[in-house]
């Protein structure tokens, strides 16, 4: 479609854009925005779809964006060309590097789950979307096949958690799904899945992994809901010394699929 | 000194506390701003120099809440009674629990590391407080014994940093150091120095880390510096899948200590 440019920020295309930073319209578009040379480096590598790509040649001054700009031209691609005016009316970055896209949400169905076996993360009503982007990132960093958003866990495609997650969500499969369909699914396959509680259980570290499981994990403040405990085929829990006794959510997810991903690769080697 | 009521946005102790959102006004002053029942509460617990105690009876539905200003009340501390509309110019959360305090900022100078041997985290030229908070919190349940904070690192008494501790932040020793006095405790003492870095060095799992200890770690996007390589003892990375190749520094931080605090406890258990 080769490059256009787009001077007012009163623009149909740049209004709609600036709409995605609300929940309702990505839901309504099934698309959502990303911001930043890496993540949209990223979007074309892993051959995303992308609607649209804004740049602006003023902010636009690493060579690398000039070979993104290039490459999705190659492609095809929609390119939109702003002034800084209307590029700034989009920007959420302190420092916009000049380069953002429109990409449509790829959401995952739970049969996803048995088609892709691996170690799958259950989050159930996380609420930062923070956390949900550095868990993703922490996924893909240690080969998780996907994430699972279950009751009203944070969305996947908020500005928030895309920014954290640095481009790695395009490497996880993102599935939405309430209690009933994963009761429903542990039916079905006999999928293993490990709780992770506050309480005292099994250290994460003396439990065996096996190699396709799901982990659950609930938010900081109520934990996993006793509903999702009656799935669980065993619990863990980290050990801590201090007072505060608690973790942050996604360093305590981290430390987990590290410990995974330790044992899957350590039975490789024998 | 008993229960004071201020009823004015515009009186001068309300004023003074809303400018501690600011670096400069925390620094003047030595004190900062804490928020939330949780957090007062440990540092009641902990014993923190508290100037002023702020709650607002409104919004303070808990039992946990009155407890605490009863115990204030106890201790003979500054508490200020306010109304909504005054406890709201100072809130930064979302939804107030109306309770916050001003604390005095406990800087710990450097030779506090021969004096309390055990696990230190050094960190060098990180930005975001919020990972500075969690880090504290990891710290905390790691058993560590304190942040080192070096170079233009984040501040630990920034809001955001202050309540991502979760309190955490009062059981740990906070430095600011700079390299010189580094490399000057290193002379004297000879602390071991482990620097984490993101190319290849040996696995963080292979390590054997010995009790008396410095974490150095950089920020995500520049690592560790050169000239605090050199001294370093040993090299750690994280092994990692996936494209992304980079994890979230707290999560990355919080995988380490975890792994430290491990294998210590089980060299206990020998």
Redesign the interface.
């Known amino acids: 479609m080769g490059i256009r440019k787009i001077a007012s920020p009163a623009n149909t295309l740049i209004k709609t854009t600036r709409k995605l930073f609300l929940r309702k319209h990505r839901q309504a578009e099934n698309v959502f925005f990303i911001e930043g040379l890496r993540i949209v480096g990223?979007a074309l590598?892993?051959r995303q779809e992308i609607r649209h790509i804004f740049f602006c040649p003023e902010m636009l001054t690493s060579e690398f964006g000039h070979e993104l700009i290039a490459e999705a031209e190659q492609m095809g691609l929609d390119i939109i060309e702003t002034n800084k005016e209307v590029f700034n009316t989009l920007a959420q970055k302190e420092n916009p590097q000049g380069m953002a896209a429109v990409v449509a949400a790829r959401e995952d169905v739970i049969n996803s789950i048995d088609r892709h076996p691996g170690v799958w993360i259950g989050l159930v009503g996380i609420q930062d979307p923070?956390n949900l982007g550095?868990i993703m990132?922490?996924a893909?960093?240690?080969?998780s096949r996907g994430i699972i958003l279950l009751e009203n866990t944070t969305d996947a495609w908020h500005p928030t958690a895309v920014r954290?997650s640095?481009?790695?969500m395009f490497?996880q499969r993102i599935i939405l799904a309430d209690y009933e369909e994963l009761r429903t699914l542990k039916g079905r396959v006999a999928v293993h899945m490990v709780g992770a509680l506050s309480q005292t259980a099994q250290s994460y570290?003396r439990y065996n992994y096996p190699q396709n499981m799901i982990l659950l994990l609930g938010s900081e403040q109520k934990g996993l809901p006793q509903q999702y405990t009656v799935l669980c085929d065993g619990f863990i829990h980290?050990?801590?010394?201090?007072?505060?006794?608690?973790?942050?959510l996604?360093?305590?997810a981290?430390?987990i699929l590290?410990e995974i991903?330790?044992q899957h690769?350590r039975k490789k080697d024998d």
């Open positions: 990223e590598r892993t923070g550095s990132r922490s893909d960093a240690s080969g954290a640095m481009g790695a490497n570290r980290i050990p801590m010394k201090g007072s505060a006794d608690s973790l942050n996604a360093n305590a981290s430390i590290f991903m330790y690769e």
